[in-house]
C-alpha cells in the first residue's frame, strides 16, 4: 500500500487518512516519513478503502491495529 492508493478515495477519505495519520504521528512521536508512519499511513488507507468514514472510529481502529502490531514485534524480539 502506498500514497499513490490515496488517489482512489474520495476528497474526503483522503482529508480522513491524512488528518488521522498526521495526528497519530504526532501523537507517538512518529516522521511520517518513518517505516512506522508508512504502516500508519497503510492501515488508515486499508480502512477508509474498507468503507469506514469516521476519522474517529479510523483513528480508534489505526490505534489498537498498531499498538497490536508493536506489541507483536516486541514478543518477537524477546
Same mark, same amino acid.
Not at 502506498?2 to 516522521?31: A, F, M, Y
Not at 488507507?45 to 514485534?73: C, F, M, N, W, Y
Given at each position: ?8 478515495? *474520495?476528497? *474526503? !477519505?483522503?482529508?480522513? =487518512?491524512?488528518?488521522? =495519520? ?7 512521536? =512518529?516522521?511520517? *516519513?518513518s517505516?512506522? !508512519?508508512h ?33 507483536? *514485534? ?5
Open positions: 500500500m502506498s500514497l499513490l492508493n490515496l488517489l482512489s478515495l *474520495d476528497d *474526503d !477519505g483522503i482529508d480522513c =487518512v491524512t488528518s488521522v =495519520v498526521r495526528k497519530w504521528c504526532e501523537q507517538h512521536g =512518529v516522521e511520517l *516519513d517505516q512506522r !508512519g504502516e500508519a499511513m497503510a492501515t488508515a488507507i486499508q480502512l477508509v478503502t474498507a468503507g469506514e468514514k469516521s476519522p474517529e472510529i479510523v483513528a480508534d481502529a489505526l490505534s489498537r491495529h498498531l499498538a497490536a502490531v508493536q506489541d507483536t *514485534d516486541l514478543r518477537t524480539l524477546n
